[in-house]
């Protein structure tokens, strides 16, 4: 049971544009979000995250937006460089309490190319 | 020492064999987990420690699964009875309490092929 989702495997951005990443989720119970960005051969690393109570959070090119009535966050990316070339992991916590504790409900993954 | 460091970095074994892979956290992290990721699939959680409370196995797939951490520090993760089903990238992540998941850092994982 796959409780968060991410349905397009692969996304191609042309570089200065707009990549946006969706991420959709089942369990109502979920109240903190996070996106983690993977390089091949390396862990993931964290990039931003949002809290159940807020609809967007923003850092510098990145922001996240929630929309809880739908159970789906998206990551922006504006604008896109090559750089940001990797896979991209939405992630939840059951019950955070609005914090960032506990443990992660990974998506399966996004793989972000883009070109120059 | 500076990341996570997780060894081997590859393992092949055979069906059946037993395996353990190791997990190094950053000094002074109270949390460790282990995840695995499949092929085509997200990570997996497995098992939480923090600190000296009872780990969380919760994520473990069976019995032949069991983590340990000594002293607070280095984990162990072994696999009993290798199947085919359990080659995956197994990933450890640690962080310092009070900083929740802001402040994971995981290592580069072991590749285990089970063959």
């Known amino acids: 049971d796959q409780q968060v989702k991410q349905n397009s495997p692969s996304l191609s951005v042309q570089e200065g544009r707009i990549s946006i990443l969706n991420c959709d989720y089942t369990n109502s119970m979920f109240d903190y979000f996070l996106w983690y960005k993977k390089y091949p051969a390396e862990g993931p690393t964290f990039l931003i995250s949002i809290s159940s109570i807020k609809d967007k959070n923003e850092d510098g090119r990145f922001t996240v937006f929630l929309n809880k009535s739908a159970k789906h966050l998206s990551l922006h990316i504006v604008p896109s460089q090559p750089g940001d070339s990797a896979v991209y992991f939405c992630a939840a916590i059951l019950n955070a309490g609005g914090t960032s504790y506990g443990k992660l409900t990974f998506g399966q993954g996004t793989i972000l190319t883009v070109h120059p | 020492g500076a990341g996570v460091s997780q060894s081997p970095s590859n393992k092949v074994t055979e069906k059946g064999k037993d395996v353990e892979l190791r997990c190094d956290p950053i000094s002074g992290h109270t949390a460790l987990y282990w995840y695995r990721q499949s092929l085509g699939q997200g990570l997996e959680f497995l098992i939480y420690f923090q600190g000296n409370s009872a780990p969380d196995k919760s994520g473990l797939p069976s019995d032949r699964f069991s983590a340990e951490r000594t002293g607070g520090s280095v984990s162990t993760l072994t696999i009993q009875r290798t199947q085919q089903e359990d080659s995956a990238v197994y990933l450890c992540?640690?962080?310092?309490?009070?900083?929740?998941?802001?402040?994971?850092?995981f290592g580069s994982g072991t590749r285990l092929t089970v063959v």
């Open positions: 992540a640690s962080s310092r309490g009070g900083q929740g998941n802001y402040g994971y850092t």
